[in-house]
């Protein structure tokens, strides 16, 4: 009898119709369930194939020290992966990650470094560097976008029967992104794939402005966002803008709110950038008719942030402010 261990079960989540939601003669909208991985998001294919090939090379053995800065879910992921592996695994995250994602990787005893929002990113690469520890560089990291690549993107190829038309996804680190939409591109060069950015994100500006290789152009964004693991102030190395088509804002009101029309109508408890997907899928899906296929992606479960994004208190003070 073949029963596959726990960490076996990444990748290969179900597709599901959310066609639902959408205007009566718009496009079919489908949403890739990526909660349903072991680490509860779609960071799981990243981290497996970033160990893989840190292992293949010869830059990981088993008692070393894995360094990785996370806004929650990449810490979670590497805190299941590293340490079955027999890694010691220290996650830097911000302040703005949730208690739920914090108590997360604490809870599979990996060390947790909480530090200021705006320096997460370079304090692990820091730290990493000054100890001699292995440096996930998930950001900058090239095996980040070949994960996707390699792994969802073929999924959604399958899963649609090669009829998808447009792919909606928000982005981070923009590994999943750029790396799925390589291969669908790939596939078929005339599917659209639409990024979408939240408002405190500076990548729509950044697309829209010419600038798209000059990280030294310094752009500031004076909105706030709850929503997590979505957008940046500068494009990665992971992101790639040629096979982006076009880039969309959305609000985290419409992400939220998306977030809770799905759990009212689906029952899907999604966290907040699957619900900035999904009312941007929605948005495509509604300029389209029934020859579009739209596919974007459920990125993590709500389950990680029931104190924030499911918490009327916590929704009440962020709108007051």
Known sequence: MK???????IGNTPLIDLTKI???????????????????????????????IAEA?????????????????TGCSFAILGKIRGYQVVIVTSEKCSIEKQNHIK????ELIVVDYDSYMSYGTDYAKKNGYFDVDQYNNIYNPEAYYKTLGP????????????????????GCISGTARFLKECNPKIQVILADP???????????????????NLVSEQYSIIEGAGKSKPTKCLDFSVIDEVIKISDEEAIS????????????IGGSSGLNVFAAKFIANRLNKKGVVVTILCDSGIKYISKIYNKEF??????T
């Open 107 to 110: 809870a599979l005893n990996a």
């Open 315 to 320: 929704l009440r003070k962020y709108s007051a």
């Open 57 to 73: 090379q010869g830059k990981l053995k088993r008692g070393d020290v894995i360094v990785c800065s996370s806004s929650g879910n």
């Open 258 to 269: 998306t977030c809770h029309q799905l759990a009212n109508d689906e029952g899907l408890l």
């Open 22 to 52: 959408v205007g009566e003669n718009s496009a079919y909208l489908y949403a890739k369930c990526e909660f349903m991985n072991p680490g509860l998001s779609l960071k799981d294919r990243m981290a497996n194939y970033i160990l893989d």
């Open 3 to 9: 029963v596959p261990r726990f960490t076996e079960l």
């Open 155 to 174: 999924e959604i190829w399958k899963d649609t029967n090669g009829e998808i038309t447009h792919f909606v996804m928000t982005g981070s680190t923009f």
């Open 199 to 217: 408002v405190s994100s500076n990548i729509y500006n950044y697309y829209y402005s010419n600038i798209k290789n000059d990280l030294s152009f």
